[in-house]
């Protein structure tokens, strides 16, 4: 059977101590909030300040997200990438009237974005809600909002 020895003597006669010095568990401590950091909810590309969307080439990514009720989510144009687009709730470039979907998608003119707009918009009900583009109809975006 093993015995725990908690001062054995190693090479060269020298003491060691499994003891951590307060500076190893800071150093510790601060290595495993970074490395878990980037496990944020939302998927493959979060954003500093949560969950984003960007417009690229006339398509969503990411195509779909998952956020609580109550949380916003940026909508991004980029000015290198992006174009012009008017989103609304529905499918296939199609307006389609959602229940509790944020007002700025609750009409046939939705929200327009042009290229470098960036927009946060708040889900406040639970549901899943599919966005479009008027102007490309294969844009198509599906926010699933957990209470």
């Known amino acids: ?5 908690p001062h054995r003597k190693f090479l060269y006669g020298k003491s060691f101590s ?7 568990l800071l150093v510790l401590v601060t290595l495993w909030t970074a ?3 980037g ?3 939302g998927g493959a590309n979060p954003s500093p300040t949560g969950p984003a969307v960007t417009e690229l080439d006339n398509e969503f990514s990411p195509r779909i997200l998952h956020i609580k009720a ?11 990438s992006g174009g012009t ?13 959602a229940a509790g979907a944020p007002s700025e998608f609750s009409s046939n003119s939705g929200i327009m974005f042009h290229p470098g707009d960036s927009k946060s918009i708040t889900f406040p009900t639970a549901g899943t809600y599919q966005i479009t583009c008027t102007i ?4 198509q975006a599906t926010i699933t909002v957990t209470p």
Do not use: E, I, N, Y
Not at 70 to 80: C, E, I, N, R
Not at 136 to 139: D, F, K, L, Y
């Open 1 to 5: 059977m093993l015995k725990w020895r």
């Open 35 to 37: 490395l878990f950091a």
């Open 70 to 80: 109550g949380q916003a989510v940026t909508f991004d144009d980029p000015s290198s």
């Open 18 to 24: 499994p003891q951590l010095s307060w500076l190893g």
């Open 85 to 97: 687009h008017q989103l609304v709730t529905g499918t296939q470039g199609q307006f389609s009237a």
């Open 39 to 41: 496990c944020a909810f």
């Open 136 to 139: 490309h109809p294969s844009m």
